[in-house]
């Protein structure tokens, strides 16, 4: 996607400086920063103060970090060590976990002098192969939007989503905001209700990426989904997701679980936006088996900003020492969501359709 008219993916390869280059989400949406990420411990930082986030663009993130760790000492030993080093940054999306056993798989078999390099190679297809992925989500949710916007007489077709599922989240396009840009440049009126997202304001980057593509939206509280709702002004909602059981829950940031109940009192379609990689054929039960990472209360007791001087910082919410509790993710059971949206086409959230349409897992689940 493009930024101020550059196009941009959320992290590339710097071919002079032989490094990987990545956007500091923190900074947006108030500030463009990119940096390069030099050694193992910036890999881990990268990912666990999030840096970069979003289930996709970790995983990738972390293939890059296998490759620096093969190109400083390509042992077994130090292959082992760097699965477990990066696999500890972030608990719930599964995207990481797959494309570490991806790297360790193809790695392992090769001859230690041969590692660096193929390290490198499989890093750039696991990011390459995620911006078609998400291409191709984009083009099967459009027929949805499609659908929904047939039947409303050129009226915008009101899409709600929460976090940032977006190409920020990913290599490039998004998951769930990859339908979005694809009905937009089709010339399909939508407008975007978008969830702030509450403690880290993931929302403003979904604004900040909608309003450089020049898609109408509207960035709202998180309770005030249901009430929308209620008033007829969504018309569906996609949300992405962080991990998928082969059932069909998906886990996704805090709040998507509320959405997606408001949305099945309402009888609003609720759709999520997923890549293969991020389909868990080891889980069932999502309630009980997804490990939802607990963030630091500190992102709960307090916010960053900007403020009128244009000075980017950081305030307190609470009283002190107000016990904040944050878990970042929930997990919402298939018998909510409407249908996944994946590379292959929509799918019922449901194991039997899932493996109707993923054969190739039928063994790992
Ligand atoms: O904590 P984050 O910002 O990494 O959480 C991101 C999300 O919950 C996204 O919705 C999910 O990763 C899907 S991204 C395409």
Known sequence: MKVNGTPYRSLWWNTDAE?????????????????????????????????????????????????LKMALDPS?????????????????????????NRCRAQLMPLPEDERASAALRLAHEIADEDVEINRAIGRHGLEIIKEIAAKKDGEPV??????????????????????????????????????????????????????????PHTYITDNAGGHLMQHG??????TGTDRTTRAGDVCNKIGTYLKALAAKDNGVPFYVALPSPTIDWTVSDGVVEIPIEDRKE??????????????????????????GGNPAFDVTPARLVTGLITERGVVAADEAAMIEMFPEFRAAS
């Open 76 to 100: 077994d030993t130090s292959l082992e060590q760097a699965w477990t080093f990066l696999n500890g940054t972030r608990p719930t999306a599964i995207n990481l976990r797959w494309a570490l």
């Open 158 to 215: 009101n899409i709600l989503t929460h976090c940032n599922a977006g190409w920020l989240a990913t290599v490039d396009w998004g998951t769930a905001t990859s339908p979005m840009y694809h009905a937009h440049d089709a010339g399909i009126p939508i407008h975007v209700w978008v969830d702030e997202t509450r403690p880290r304001n993931q929302g403003a980057l979904t604004s900040w990426e909608l309003g450089s593509h020049g898609i």
């Open 298 to 323: 500190r992102e709960i007791t307090h916010v960053w900003g900007r403020n009128d001087a244009g000075k980017i910082a950081e305030v307190q919410v609470t009283p002190d020492g107000t016990p």
């Open 233 to 238: 002004q969504v018309d569906m909602v996609i």
């Open 19 to 67: 490094v990987l280059e990545i956007i500091d989400q923190r900074w947006l949406p108030h500030d463009f920063v990119t940096q390069p990420v030099e050694t193992m411990e910036d890999f881990a930082d990268a990912i666990t103060e999030m840096r970069v986030r979003g289930a996709p663009l970790i995983g990738a993130t972390a293939a890059y970090g296998i490759a």
